[in-house]
């Protein structure tokens, strides 16, 4: 299996605060992917980043904001976290660009937003 | 019209069944093609890459209808251990990859 972790694994939150949540790897790749997985959505691209201080929005980036300042650290924040954000994240790795080369997937993080 | 459509299931099979599921996707400019697999509260995993000329991994097999804008993967000889959610992958555009909502296979003894 590919060295991803994120943490925290499992969080409860109020409406308002925010929070971080951390990706990281041990496998030195390039690109790093944040998804959100809802029930009737498919997995959905929030940021990616290309490299260390790179990074672009995805379809659903509306409220989120990432940072990458080590190739193997990237930082999902929401700035103030709403009940629509209650959803499980998945981190996920390549070596090279989207379709292009395997995505690996961290093993999720459950956050829910009351 | 979603860019990837599966049907949900779930597909409830025996074992030892052959069953097979279909992906449709909207973009006739889509290139690369996948099927992941994600067992219940797991993250996604690979299964395989979908090829023009098809292509097949033991008991899998995965084709690409390009003219009826769909693939499909086939399960022979299913296991138990082969209950999960499949899940469509399709690149339309680069660095744009959209993912289907997954069907769900339980393999029953």
């Known amino acids: 299996d590919a060295g991803i972790t994120q943490s925290p694994r499992h969080k409860v939150t109020e409406t308002g605060t925010p929070v971080t949540l951390r990706c990281h790897q041990t496998e030195n790749h390039r690109y790093m992917y944040w998804y959100r997985q809802d029930p009737g959505h498919g997995l959905r691209l929030i940021h990616y980043?290309?490299?260390?201080?790179?990074?672009d929005k995805g379809e659903v980036s509306d409220g989120y904001s990432v940072s990458r300042s080590k190739t193997e650290d990237f930082l999902l924040t929401l700035e103030s976290a709403t009940s629509s954000q209650t959803s499980v994240y998945f981190c996920?790795?390549?070596?090279?660009?989207?379709?292009?080369?395997?995505?690996?997937f961290g093993p999720g993080t459950r956050l829910t937003v009351l | 019209r979603k860019e990837v459509e599966q049907d949900p299931g779930p597909f409830n099979v025996p074992e030892g069944a052959t069953v097979a599921f279909n992906c449709t996707y909207s973009?006739?400019?889509?290139?690369?093609f996948f099927w992941y697999r994600q067992d219940c509260r797991k993250e996604p995993k690979l299964l395989m890459s979908?090829?023009?000329s098809g292509n097949e991994d033991g008991r899998f097999t995965a084709q690409l209808n390009r003219a009826s804008q769909y693939i499909s993967l086939l399960i022979r000889d299913s296991k138990l251990s082969d209950s999960a959610t499949y899940l469509c992958?399709?690149?339309?555009?680069?660095?744009?990859?959209?993912f289907g909502t997954g069907t769900r296979l339980q393999v029953f003894p």
């Open positions: 996920a790795i390549s070596e090279s660009r989207q379709g292009t080369d395997t995505q690996y």
């Open positions: 992958v399709v690149l339309p555009a680069p660095d744009k990859l959209i």
């Open positions: 980043s290309y490299g260390v201080k790179d990074t």
């Open positions: 979908v090829y023009s």
């Open positions: 973009n006739s400019a889509s290139q690369s």
